[in-house]
């Protein structure tokens, strides 16, 4: 059963402190989503990615926040500095470029104090 | 005004109720429609898509209205299972995806 998978799926650290998660796409897909879910701002598209290329990142943060795609297998979010207002649970998710179906990982839930 | 709108609820409902929920959303442009269930804590997965002329899975009927600019999701003999958030999303051409803050069903015995 194919899956997104993605790490760590728990961080706490403190503010200042640099935050790299990890998403690994369903073997196949070549659209790569990333999403901030928050009580007060639901879920957030950050950044996503169509064939490893970068297509709108305008959600993110830029002064802070960088989102890569070294290869086909893994996606990077980097958040540096962390503040507290970063927390929240951050979405990965994949799909094929031809049916805008998407699939998520279980998410990375992100605590900065 | 945000692009995608949903009536947050929550929705309290008895077991074997049928419960309907709608979004609008704004970008005329927009190609393809999508509802998602969330359950607490977990990540959103992929309920169904939703076309113009309709379409049905078992107890869901998903419709859309692009005249009006608005989605359904119609829920039949309503289970406990079903109790969650139930969140559309709309894309664009382009690919990029806009959630509505979901709409939130609790299926009571």
């Known amino acids: 059963d194919a899956r997104v998978t993605q790490t760590p799926r728990h961080k706490v650290t403190e503010m200042g402190q640099e935050v790299t998660m990890r998403c690994q796409p369903i073997l196949g897909h070549n659209t790569v989503f990333w999403y901030r879910q928050t009580m007060m701002q639901g879920l957030e598209l950050l950044a996503y990615?169509?064939?490893?290329?970068?297509?709108?990142d305008s959600g993110m943060p830029k002064d802070r926040f960088s989102a890569e795609m070294p290869d086909a297998t893994l996606a990077t979010l980097k958040i540096q500095p962390s503040e507290p207002r970063d927390s929240a649970v951050y979405f990965c998710a994949s799909g094929s470029s031809g049916s805008y179906e998407q699939y998520f990982g279980p998410g990375t839930r992100l605590t900065v104090t | 005004r945000k692009e995608v709108e949903q009536d947050p609820g929550p929705f309290n409902v008895p077991e074997g109720a049928t419960v309907a929920f709608n979004c609008t959303y704004s970008?005329?442009?927009?190609?393809?429609f999508f509802w998602y269930r969330q359950d607490c804590r977990k990540e959103p997965k992929l309920l169904m898509s939703v076309y113009s002329s309709g379409n049905e899975d078992g107890r869901f009927t998903a419709q859309l209205n692009r005249a009006s600019q608005y989605i359904s999701l119609l829920i039949r003999d309503s289970k406990l299972s079903d109790s969650a958030t139930y969140l559309c999303?709309?894309?664009?051409?382009?690919?990029?995806?806009?959630f509505g803050d979901g709409t939130t069903l609790t299926v009571k015995p």
């Open positions: 970008n005329s442009a927009s190609q393809s």
């Open positions: 990615f169509r064939n490893r290329a970068p297509l709108d």
């Open positions: 999303v709309v894309n664009t051409n382009a690919g990029k995806s806009t």
